[in-house]
């Protein structure tokens, strides 16, 4: 039996339209990387020249107009070809520019700070100081997290500072260390707080004593004068009994070094309060070692 073959337009259509599609699609993407490899644009060029002077006038075009991400990259490949040569100065200083531009703050800090110690007869040599101390103080983070960049652009500010007395960011470098320092004394009063809280009252005082010497300059002192007293009288009332006189004694000596030296505090009353209990804990307990000394004796 010979079977019959069923014209189906629309079957020939189909196949024809997906061969016609598969046809335009392979011709397309002949044309675009055809004229993605004939039309290069202009930085795609200079990234693969040789010709050192365009590219340099290129990098520094591309600075001028704030391009900096396009700069750094000319300025990477041609720092190599101009070591020794007069224009080093110069387009090394703009490539830590553009780091810090750029935001990326640790290797600007790092460029700066090697540009300071190279060019040292550099007219650029103190702003280049400056700027790697100041992109160590961007990296400072909040007061709760570690420190090294705050402590890191303190020094690098302060040794500014002392390097360069007449410099005009001197002002602005002595505000940046009053702001830092700001901050580690929070983070410092935080962590007294925390043993204060957990009732470590011994190391509340630690940390609030070398405050004082860290800080001496510190606005609160009257607070932690204060907080002193409370760790003090609070560590004497908790105290096994053989070291509570020592203790009182002590919160006595703070209690009593707070009332002369803030005569005018809203605490005083209650600082009042704690020097009258301290000073009869220590007369009850004077009376109890006499106590015990005359029974000893009879």
Same mark, same amino acid.
């Given at each position: 039996?010979?079977?019959?073959?069923?014209?189906?337009?629309?079957?020939?259509?189909?196949?024809?339209?997906?061969?016609?599609?598969?046809?335009?699609?392979?011709?397309?993407?002949?044309?675009?990387?055809?004229?993605?490899?004939?039309?290069?644009?202009?930085?795609?060029?200079?990234?693969?020249?040789?010709?050192?002077?365009?590219?340099?006038?290129?990098?520094?075009?591309?600075?001028?107009?704030?391009?900096?991400?396009?700069?750094?990259?000319?300025?990477?490949?041609?720092?190599?070809?101009?070591?020794?040569?007069?224009?080093?100065?110069?387009?090394?200083?703009?490539?830590?520019?553009?780091?810090?531009?750029?935001?990326?703050?640790?290797?600007?800090?790092?460029?700066?700070?090697?540009?300071?110690?190279?060019?040292?007869?550099?007219?650029? *040599?103190? &702003?280049? @100081?400056?700027? %790697? #101390?100041?992109?160590?103080?961007?990296?400072? +983070?909040?007061? !709760? =997290?570690?420190?090294?960049?705050?402590?890191?652009?303190?020094?690098?500010?302060?040794?500014?500072?002392?390097?360069?007395?007449?410099?005009?960011?001197?002002?602005?470098?002595?505000?940046?260390?009053?702001?830092?320092?700001?901050?580690?004394?929070?983070?410092?009063?935080?962590?007294?707080?925390?043993?204060?809280?957990?009732?470590?009252?011994?190391?509340?005082?630690?940390?609030?004593?070398?405050?004082?010497?860290?800080?001496?300059?510190?606005?609160?002192?009257?607070?932690?004068?204060?907080?002193?007293?409370?760790?003090?009288?609070?560590?004497?009332?908790?105290?096994?009994?053989?070291?509570?006189?020592? *203790?009182? &004694?002590? @919160?006595?000596? %703070? #209690?009593?070094?707070?009332?002369?030296?803030? +005569?005018?505090? !809203? =605490?005083?009353?209650?600082?009042?309060?704690?020097?009258?209990?301290?000073?009869?804990?220590?007369?009850?307990?004077?009376?109890?070692?006499?106590?015990?000394?005359?029974?000893?004796?009879?």
């Amino acid at each position: 039996m010979v079977g019959i073959v069923v014209y189906n337009p629309n079957v020939i259509t189909e196949h024809y339209l997906c061969a016609l599609m598969r046809y335009l699609i392979i011709i397309s993407l002949f044309f675009l990387v055809l004229f993605s490899t004939g039309c290069k644009s202009e930085f795609e060029k200079m990234r693969a020249s040789n010709d050192t002077e365009l590219v340099y006038k290129k990098a520094i075009n591309y600075y001028k107009d704030k391009d900096y991400y396009k700069a750094q990259v000319l300025l990477e490949q041609i720092l190599g070809r101009y070591r020794g040569k007069k224009e080093a100065e110069d387009l090394y200083f703009k490539y830590a520019y553009t780091h810090y531009y750029l935001k990326n703050y640790v290797l600007a800090a790092s460029y700066f700070q090697n540009f300071a110690n190279t060019y040292i007869t550099s007219d650029l *040599r103190q &702003e280049a @100081a400056y700027m %790697s #101390a100041y992109c160590n103080y961007l990296q400072s +983070p909040d007061y !709760k =997290l570690d420190q090294t960049y705050t402590y890191k652009a303190i020094d690098e500010l302060q040794n500014f500072i002392n390097n360069y007395p007449q410099n005009e960011r001197v002002k602005d470098a002595n505000k940046l260390i009053d702001e830092l320092r700001a901050k580690l004394e929070h983070k410092t009063m935080d962590e007294a707080d925390l043993y204060y809280n957990l009732r470590q009252y011994q190391a509340a005082t630690n940390t609030l004593q070398n405050m004082l010497k860290d800080f001496p300059d510190s606005r609160n002192v009257e607070t932690i004068r204060y907080m002193i007293v409370k760790s003090n009288y609070n560590l004497a009332s908790n105290s096994i009994y053989n070291k509570k006189l020592e *203790r009182f &004694e002590n @919160a006595q000596i %703070s #209690a009593e070094f707070f009332m002369s030296k803030f +005569p005018k505090s !809203k =605490l005083r009353k209650e600082i009042s309060q704690i020097l009258r209990t301290t000073k009869q804990n220590i007369k009850n307990l004077n009376d109890g070692y006499q106590n015990k000394s005359t029974g000893n004796r009879s």
